[in-house]
DNA sequence: TATGAGATCAACT
DNA sequence: GTTGATCTCATAC
């Protein structure tokens, strides 16, 4: 079995912890799988969170590497991040989709949902099928409940601008796994095969 | 296949 | 009061 991903992992450039995460495994209480499509953000780039300076919400994101950060979208969702570099550069990962291998039951059970695809195919998905919450903002990623693993094995990674964003809308920092079924949308590449 | 409405909360103007 | 790092369901083509 390979070491898990500790702190130092997440301690980098968010670019290069974001790609190494494709293809990487993410468990939450022993439920979840691959990771197949992230997102990433630095407080330089117009469309993050920490843009404009520390606020309640995303104070996490200012703090140490290798912890997650947790926020409600739209209201209703929960979406996600695993907090890069050092501390106060204030740059993070969006999990946008998981391929499940493992809890694929509870997984269904939260999502009322049969169809493997759609259970994790999205950022606010993901944290239903999973049980993240607000409750977990800023839990460590090297403990329970959480459970990171590296990828073992070789993977072809698409890049392409980022979804659901209204500024730096160009900036093509959304990473995926070329190919898979589980994308909360298909890459340009692969969509013009 | 594509587009639109509604749900609902915290940050910000 | 407006706007989102979203998702689902309904309706139209």
Not at 107 to 112: D, E, F, I, P
Not at 133 to 142: D, V
Request: net charge positive.
């Amino acid at each position: 079995m390979p070491r898990p991903l500790r702190r130092p992992f997440f301690a980098r450039d968010v670019h290069a912890v974001a790609r190494e995460l494709i293809g990487a495994t993410m468990l939450f209480k022993g439920v979840g799988g691959r990771i197949v499509e992230v997102e990433a953000y630095h407080h330089t780039d117009p469309a993050a969170h920490s843009y404009n300076g520390q606020t309640r919400r995303n104070a996490v994101m200012f703090g140490p590497p290798g912890h997650a950060y947790v926020y409600r979208s739209y209201g209703i969702h929960w979406c996600v991040n695993f907090v890069c570099e050092e501390e106060g550069s204030a740059s993070a990962v969006l999990i946008r989709a998981i391929e499940p291998t493992d809890g694929i039951a509870a997984m269904r059970r939260r999502r009322g949902l049969k169809d493997e695809r759609l259970l994790c195919s999205g950022p606010g998905r993901v944290c239903e099928a999973l049980g993240i919450t607000g409750a977990h903002n800023g839990l460590a990623l090297a403990k329970p409940p959480f459970a990171l693993w590296p990828r073992r094995d070789d993977v072809t990674i698409a890049t392409g601008p980022r979804i659901g964003i209204t500024k730096a809308v160009d900036l093509p920092w959304r990473y995926g796994l070329q190919g898979s079924r589980f994308l909360s949308k298909p890459f340009r590449a692969q969509a013009a095969r």
